[in-house]
């Protein structure tokens, strides 16, 4: 049997990045419907070999749709999701709206898997902040192999993870850097352009910004509620991929040479780290690929039982899309979605 599935925000990146994957994976649809807002209505988006007519959210029946992969921001969401799981249809939400709510189980495939049959509720899954996503499938197997107390981390995250307008906002300002035209900031606070912003979203009275929160909150709900974590948050000029520098802290003692086997063998990790000129992992060479790589692994001697390692992932696949698709195939592998149809 094959399913019905859903995707709203069919034009933009995330959305886009869905269809192209749920082609890759051979995802079990019988039928793949692009759904936009009204101003993209008519536009053609690439489903594998096929071109999809994109449709209309606003004006759309989900009663016989079973997944809906819903990448069309938190305002959206927030309007969208309970009526769409409401119709039977369970909602895989990209944005924020829902991750922090209890009856939404919060989800990564290789990290909580089985916390998604909490979704009865209300029909819906989250999906991860991005950086979260990656900085988890990590941080799980060393988790459960000497119990993490601390970490710090610090990213570096694409442009990618602020939309198209950001993508071509970089484009234009390093255009015009070599052109010696002006240099026009709209989508970010300050020039990105062969600079770096530790900006991400809202600051918030503790002087963090909320993409530094939601990965604390993020971390706490998936993985444990006791580890302390603290997060920087920084958009470099790259245009896909996020890489983050962790320091991580952990009850037992775990040598750089035990992590790295253990991640050798987790699931959604490639260990890249040859301790030599080039032999680790960058933004440019994980863009397009579903793997959490990890390089750089070494013994923080600062603390007791500390290390250090760098982590790089595609956060417009594993951070979003891939993530979404995956969820989707947990629903279909557990025969879950009768389940959703019950509980509208």
Not at 18 to 40: Q, T, Y
Not at 76 to 95: F, H, L, M, T, Y
Not at 194 to 211: L, R
Request: charge should be neutral; proline fraction near 4%.
């Amino acid at each position: 049997m094959g399913y019905k599935v859903a995707v709203v925000g069919a034009t933009g990146n995330v959305g886009r990045e869905m269809l192209d994957i749920l082609a890759e994976r051979a995802f079990p649809a019988d039928e793949v419907v692009a759904l936009a807002s009204r101003r993209s209505q008519g536009q053609e988006v690439s489903f594998g070999d096929k071109i999809l007519k994109v449709k209309v959210l606003d004006t759309y029946d989900f009663s016989d749709t079973d997944i809906c992969l819903m990448s069309a921001g938190g305002d959206a969401s927030k309007e969208w999701s309970p009526r769409i799981g409401q119709q039977g249809c369970v909602v895989i939400d990209n944005s924020s709206a829902f991750r922090y709510d209890a009856d939404v189980p919060l989800i990564v495939p290789e990290v909580n898997a089985d916390a998604v049959v909490g979704f009865t509720k209300r029909n819906i899954i989250a999906n991860p902040n991005c950086s979260t996503a990656q900085l988890v499938v990590a941080l799980k197997p060393l988790h459960e192999a000497a119990t993490i107390k601390r970490v710090v981390v610090s990213t570096y995250q694409s442009v990618s993870g602020a939309g198209k307008d950001a993508m071509d906002e970089l484009f234009s300002q390093t255009r015009a850097v070599f052109t010696a035209g002006e240099v026009v900031t709209k989508k970010f606070t300050k020039r990105i352009a062969f600079n770096v912003i530790p900006h991400i979203d809202v600051f918030m009275e503790d002087g963090y910004t909320k993409e530094e929160w939601k990965m604390v909150a993020e971390t706490k709900k998936m993985l444990d509620p006791k580890i302390k974590l603290t997060a920087t948050a920084v958009r470099v000029p790259v245009f896909i991929g996020h890489a983050e520098a962790v320091n991580v802290e952990f009850e037992r003692p775990l040598s750089p040479e035990q992590a790295t086997e253990i991640l050798r063998a987790a699931p959604g990790v490639l260990v890249i780290d040859k301790r030599e000129n080039g032999g680790y992992m960058t933004p440019h060479e994980a863009a397009g690929e579903d793997a959490t790589y990890i390089s750089r692994m070494r013994e923080d001697a600062t603390v007791e039982n500390g290390l250090n390692f760098w982590c790089v992932s595609d956060n417009l696949r594993k951070g979003a899309a891939l993530n979404a698709v995956q969820i989707a195939e947990v629903l279909v592998n557990r025969k879950l979605l009768n389940k959703a149809k019950r509980a509208a």
